[in-house]
C-alpha cells in the first residue's frame, strides 16, 4: 500500500450552478477533497452532489465566503458564480488567501473589467498575475460538463505542476491548452500530440 506523503490538493468552487456541480463530481473522482459554496440554497444542496465532495455549504452572503478558512499554496479555487458581482466579491477574498491556484470563469472582457477595479483598490500587477481567467483548456467545450472537463484537466495540469517541483523530478511536456496541429490540416500517421504524464509525490510503503 502506498501513502502520499504530501498533502492532496484541496479544491474550493464558488458557485454550486450547473458547471460547478459537474466540476465537483470530476473533480473528487480525481482525488481532490472538494468543498462548495454558493450563497442560493437551493444549489447548495447536499443532495445535489456525490458523497465524495467534502462539504456543500450554503452562504447568508458571499462577503465572507472565505473568512476562517484556510488556503495555503495546495488549495485551489474555482470561482463559478452567478454574476459578476459574487465573482468580485469573491476575488478580492482570495486575492487576501495563499491559495496556490485562483481562477475564474469568464471573458477576457470581464477579466480586464475586474481588473481595472482591482487595480483601483490597489492591488499590485503581482496579485492580478495570480488570477487566472478564462479558465479551462481550450478543446472546444459548450455544455456545462464539457466546460467543467476543461477546467479539471487546468487543475490536474497544476496539480501535476506541483508535484513535480516537490518531488523533484522533471515534469514531462505539459498539455498544451491548443491543438498542435492545424484543424485545417489532415491527420497523417505522423502527427503526433503533445501529452502530460502525472507525477505523482514520494510516498512510504505500509503493510495491507
Known amino acids: 500500500m502506498c501513502e502520499p ?3 492532496p ?3 474550493t468552487i464558488c458557485g454550486a450552478g450547473h458547471v460547478g456541480q459537474q466540476l465537483a463530481l470530476l ?8 468543498r462548495v459554496l454558493d450563497d442560493r440554497p437551493a444549489f447548495a444542496r447536499r443532495e445535489r452532489f456525490p458523497a465524495a465532495v ?4 450554503a452562504l447568508a452572503s458571499y462577503d465572507q ?3 476562517g478558512r484556510t488556503l495555503d499554496g495546495h488549495s485551489l479555487l474555482v470561482i463559478l458564480t452567478q ?3 459574487s465573482d468580485w466579491r469573491i476575488l478580492r477574498q482570495a486575492l487576501g488567501t495563499a491559495a496556490g491556484y485562483i481562477g475564474m470563469i469568464g471573458s477576457l472582457r ?3 473589467t475586474l481588473h481595472a477595479r482591482l487595480r483601483a483598490e490597489g492591488f499590485s500587477a503581482a496579485d492580478l498575475e495570480r488570477v487566472r481567467c478564462p479558465i479551462g483548456l481550450a478543446i472546444g467545450a459548450e455544455t456545462p460538463l464539457e466546460i467543467a472537463v476543461s477546467i479539471l484537466a487546468e487543475l ?4 501535476a505542476s506541483q508535484l513535480a517541483a516537490s518531488s523533484g523530478v522533471p515534469a514531462s511536456s505539459e498539455l498544451s491548452p491548443t491543438s498542435e496541429m492545424s484543424p485545417s490540416s489532415p491527420a497523417s500517421p505522423s502527427s503526433k500530440a503533445t501529452l502530460s504524464c502525472r507525477v505523482f509525490p514520494p510516498c512510504r510503503l505500509s503493510p495491507p
Open 5 to 7: 506523503l504530501s498533502p
Open 9 to 11: 490538493a484541496t479544491l
Open 27 to 34: 473533480a473528487s473522482q480525481a482525488d481532490f477533497q472538494v
Open 54 to 57: 467534502e462539504e456543500v455549504l
Open 65 to 67: 465566503a472565505l473568512t
Open 83 to 85: 454574476d459578476h458581482a
Open 110 to 112: 470581464k477579466r480586464d
Open 156 to 159: 490536474i495540469q497544476f496539480r
